[in-house]
Nanobody, 124 residues
């Protein structure tokens, strides 16, 4: 079992930055690929970023490529999402997820564990 707790969300003006954190506890964190997803009101959950357990492979949604960076600190059992140049369309609840595999995935159904989510609101 893996427990995930996100933090770092909030209200920011367009063009600003936020860093989300996802603290993991439970099984060996380094064995899991980690992902970030988001869900805006009235929309389906969508992929944002994912990283392999080693950090060697990283995927990004086209909409965030060049603006967002996923990273992890295995010593702290924490994964981060650095979000720069934020836009109003980035407004959503952001979820981190853990996949019981060393390979990352862009598909939400391939992730086994989810955090409770953290709200990010970008004002224009």
């Amino acid at each position: 079992q893996v427990q995930l707790v996100e933090s770092g969300g909030g209200l920011v003006q367009a063009g600003g930055s936020l860093r989300l954190s996802c603290a993991a506890s439970g099984r060996t964190f380094s064995s899991y690929a980690m992902g970030w997803f988001r869900q805006a009101p009235g929309k389906e959950r969508e992929f944002v970023a994912a990283q392999s357990w080693s950090g060697a492979r990283t995927y990004y949604a086209e909409s965030v490529k060049g603006r967002f960076t996923i990273s992890r600190d295995t010593a702290k059992n924490t994964v981060y999402l650095q979000m720069n140049s934020l836009k109003p369309e980035d407004t959503a609840v952001y979820y981190c997820a853990a996949r019981g595999s060393t390979s990352p995935s862009t598909n939400s159904y391939e992730y086994n564990y989810w955090g409770q989510g953290t709200q990010v609101t970008v004002s224009s």
